[in-house]
């Protein structure tokens, strides 16, 4: 299995740019995860999926952020504007049985 | 809501110095616990998890931990550590059932020769 795929690895875009980070789960997982991970405060769930349909997504900071998963095999988590702050690794999260997470390499976001 | 808390950000170790790094949690009832490393540029990966049974976990690379439920903890523990241990670790907590992980904010352990 070629586990949670996620791109890109690295992006680097200025301030109001539009980001799309994009997750690919392990194909039979039914939950899919998005984590922010900051040096000041760690890693915090933004927004969970069972079936594809949203559960929780009071940790998305503001409305500036989105995610999306049109499918089993595919979601996008989008910032829009971005901003500094926004500044983070990214990290999607697939499981089939929580909470047994198995998590993507991450995406570095980074934003002037 | 719950929470946990790491109390140590970083901690540097001499090879062969022992390890023990804290965790506690808030929530009162039925819990699951684990410990992840994040080694340098890679992804979360699992070290250890405490569902039910033995409280004192065994996990890979010959870390452990044990579940103290009177004290809300779940430190993690190695007798040795090696130059290859310098990683951040996350201690994480979820209720029963199908429930996210909660993380804590992390340990960063450096080991030197």
């Known amino acids: 299995d070629a586990g949670v795929i996620q791109s890109p690895r690295h992006e680097v875009t200025e301030m109001g740019q539009e980001v799309t980070l994009r997750c690919k789960p392990i194909s039979g997982h039914d939950y899919l995860f998005w984590y922010r991970q900051t040096m000041m405060r760690g890693l915090e769930l933004l927004i969970y999926?069972?079936?594809?349909?949203?559960?929780?997504d009071s940790g998305m900071p503001e409305d500036r952020f989105s995610a999306k998963m049109p499918n089993a095999s595919f979601s996008t988590l989008k910032i829009q504007p971005s901003e500094p702050r926004d500044s983070a690794v990214y990290f999607c999260a697939s499981s089939s049985s929580p909470p047994r997470v198995f998590f993507g390499e991450g995406s570095r976001l980074t934003v002037l | 809501a719950q929470s946990v808390s790491q109390h140590n950000h970083h901690v540097i170790l001499s090879e062969a110095a022992s390890l023990e790094l804290g965790c506690n949690y808030s929530y009162g009832g039925t819990v699951n616990l684990f410990w992840y490393v994040q080694y340098p540029g890679q992804h979360l990966q699992l070290l250890l998890k405490?569902?039910?049974?033995?409280?004192l976990v065994k996990g890979i690379k010959g870390f452990e931990a044990e579940f103290i439920k009177s004290k809300f903890s779940f430190n993690l523990r190695k007798p040795s550590v090696q130059w290859s241990d310098t990683a951040e670790y996350f201690c994480?907590?979820?209720?029963?059932?199908?429930?996210?992980?909660?993380f804590g904010k992390g340990t960063r352990l450096s080991v030197i020769a």
């Open positions: 994480a907590v979820s209720l029963s059932g199908n429930t996210p992980l909660v």
């Open positions: 405490y569902f039910s049974g033995d409280p």
């Open positions: 999926f069972n079936n594809n349909v949203p559960i929780d």
